[in-house]
């Protein structure tokens, strides 16, 4: 992870080029991160996402381009922990700034990395930009072709941005944080604290849509007052998910 983001961080003036042409066509700022994101503990792991913050607010969200704000979209390549440990601080650190107008995390399936033509490579703008449209049609899941996260010939209005998904509502009781992130075959729909959240344990999709402004703020902060998360397995994968003891209402 320090190896990628170094590498990102020197080739920065060619990746702020090539958003500012991308956001010029899209009318918004569009950023993709992909890489080897395991981390080896904590503490490493907020220290390099805090640097990539840094890095977004100087490089990326410049001050001419503050009123488009900002579209995140994050890919971490690998297993569901790799997923789980990169959402969790993906919101912690990245979700309380007010200039990020959505953040996204998506994850294939574990081992189809290859067969979609997926590449883990430094420079993931080029992923975000010629990768993507072009597997729209292809062998990804019908989820993915149509979840509005492609550069788009048009900008879409805030009030179209939605997941095209079929939803699990927790009707009539407060689900607990463990039943929230850890839900076999279901597909987790949280608009509570968020615009839209989604998890699906058996596809490895997890997706945040911040359909306000501000919506995260409130998100981050309680997060972060839950303490450091477990890793759940689940059929031989893995989802974020918190200690029993650690249950919250929602409301």
Known sequence: MIKVLSKIIAKRSII???????????RIKTLAFAGDLYPATCAQMRLLLGKFETFLKENILEPSLLEKRAQVIIVPYGSYEEMGWVSFFAHRLLGANPLIERLLLLSPWEGEEERWGW?????SYALLSRELPALKHSGLPEALRTLPLLPLETPTPKSEVHLPLLSYHFKGKTPSLLELFYAPSRLLEWSTL???ISLDPHTGIILVANLESNSLTPLSSWLASLGEPLLFPHQGNYSLAYPLQAQRNLS
């Not at 590449?119 to 420079?123: F, G, P, Q």
């Open 194 to 196: 968020l615009g839209e």
């Open 16 to 26: 702020t080029a090539e958003f500012r042409r991308v956001g010029a066509f899209m």
């Open 119 to 123: 590449r883990c490579e430094v420079d």
